[in-house]
C-alpha cells in the first residue's frame, strides 16, 4: 500500500493526470495505465505500464 500523501503528488508521466492506488497497482485516472508496484516502491515508468484494454 502506498502512503495518500504519496500518492497526491505523483501523477502519471505519460499526460500528467491523476493517479490512485487500485488492486496493486497504481492507475492513472486520466489515461488508464497502470504501472506497477514492487515492493511497496511505484515503478512510475512509461515503458513498464499497462496500457488499458483497446489502447494498445
Known amino acids: 500500500m502506498i502512503d ?8 502519471c ?3 500528467r493526470g491523476e493517479v490512485i492506488e487500485r488492486e496493486g ?3 492513472c485516472l486520466k ?3 497502470k504501472y506497477p508496484i514492487h515492493d511497496g516502491i511505484p ?7 499497462e496500457m488499458p484494454e483497446g489502447k494498445e
Not at 495518500?4 to 501523477?11: D, R, S, V, Y
Not at 515503478?43 to 513498464?48: F, H, K, P, Q
Request: hydrophobic share 50%.
Open 4 to 11: 495518500e500523501e504519496l500518492l497526491k503528488i505523483m501523477c
Open 13 to 15: 508521466p505519460a499526460c
Open 31 to 33: 489515461c488508464g495505465r
Open 25 to 27: 497497482k497504481v492507475v
Open 43 to 49: 515503478v512510475m515508468l512509461i515503458d513498464e505500464a
